[in-house]
């Protein structure tokens, strides 16, 4: 029986995503383990947990192989979602985000294997379609990667299918794209773009957008990410084993849309932002010009259903925001 005899392994834990998907799993009465070295990661995101009986936190860097098998050591299954993220990260210095994501990618997985972990589901990218421009993005239909960034995602892949067939490791890859929500931070260099555009129009401030802000995206909700990891973690489904999905909501959205919807929501809890004006710059480097997902092979495979689209999901994030960093 899943629960508390069950224990799950996330990397990176303390960052956005990881910290959520510990939430859920703690609420559902699993042991989780945290592994973070706090590079992007913050305490504060996982400080609520650290009273519980059954999560651990290990302070590690991926990077170590010996936190790496500290880390696995009596783990059921491996959430890997440590990583540097960006793509303007990656291009300023490709090699801190090679060693990270690919160096450590490897560690994990050789970890994972030594320890005979159940399952390794693991953050891949929907940077890997590169500069493919069918859409819907589809699988098995991906062009050349764009930056350092997607060259890394994809090597963890193509090490993923290898650990699989090689050494008989079961790996489910996540394509993330655009994933959004609550505790996603809106300060740094790097910024993703929801949360940044949401604290500056709060502090009434003009955002700006990389170009003429036709450029869209597959936004995604967080819950819609942490519903696709446990379907991947637990699917008994081999024909679902050792590949990957797009983890998605299966709709795009420019990024001039995208922050007219934060203006009007954001201006439900102070008038004056639906005043605040955004300023266009120059395209960014790296950029895909257009993204969306099917989600036909997670919907088939694993019966991914996601319950929050982009516009209920920036409600929920908005909110969050509102109460929590005003």
């Excluded at 070295?37 to 996982?46: E, Q």
């Excluded at 995604?220 to 991947?232: H, K, P, R």
């Excluded at 639906?274 to 790296?286: E, L, Q, T």
């Amino acid at each position: 029986m899943i629960g508390a005899k069950t224990t799950i392994l996330i990397t990176g834990g303390a960052g956005f995503i990881g910290s959520n998907l510990c939430e859920y799993f703690l609420s559902k009465a699993y042991f989780v383990v945290c592994l973070d070295n706090f590079a992007t990661g913050h305490r504060h995101n996982i400080a609520p947990f650290l009273k519980l009986d059954h999560f651990k936190l290990i302070e590690g860097d991926i990077r170590n192989l010996e936190h790496c098998r500290a880390a696995v050591a009596g783990v059921d299954y491996v959430l890997h979602q440590a990583a540097l993220g960006s793509v303007p990260r990656s291009i300023n210095d490709p090699i801190t985000t090679n060693e990270v994501n690919v160096a450590g990618f490897l560690n994990m997985l050789v970890a994972s294997r030594d320890a005979g972990v159940k399952r390794f589901v693991y953050a891949a990218s929907s940077s890997t379609y590169g500069d493919s421009e069918s859409l819907p993005k589809v699988e098995d239909k991906i062009g050349k990667p764009l930056s350092p960034y997607a060259i890394t995602k994809y090597v963890n892949e193509l090490y993923a299918e290898i650990f699989s067939t090689t050494y008989g490791i079961e790996t489910i890859g996540l394509r993330y794209f655009n994933v959004f929500g609550r505790r996603q931070d809106p300060n740094g260099a790097y910024a993703a773009v929801i949360p940044k555009f949401v604290m500056q129009l709060m502090e009434h401030e003009s955002p700006i957008i990389n170009g003429d802000g036709n450029f869209s995206r597959d936004f995604t909700y967080i819950d819609n990410v942490i519903q696709m990891n446990e379907l991947a973690m637990l699917t008994q489904n081999k024909e679902a084993i050792n590949t990957v999905y797009n983890t998605a909501f299966g709709d795009r959205t420019t990024l001039n849309d995208m922050v007219s919807y934060l203006k009007e929501y954001l201006s439900e809890f102070d008038a004056e932002i639906a005043n605040v004006k955004v300023i266009h710059g120059p395209n960014r480097a790296g950029d895909i010009p257009h993204s969306l997902a099917s989600i036909d092979k997670a919907k088939k495979l694993v019966s991914y259903a996601p319950k929050y689209s982009f516009q209920e999901g920036l409600k929920e994030a908005v909110k969050w925001y509102w109460d929590n960093l005003k």
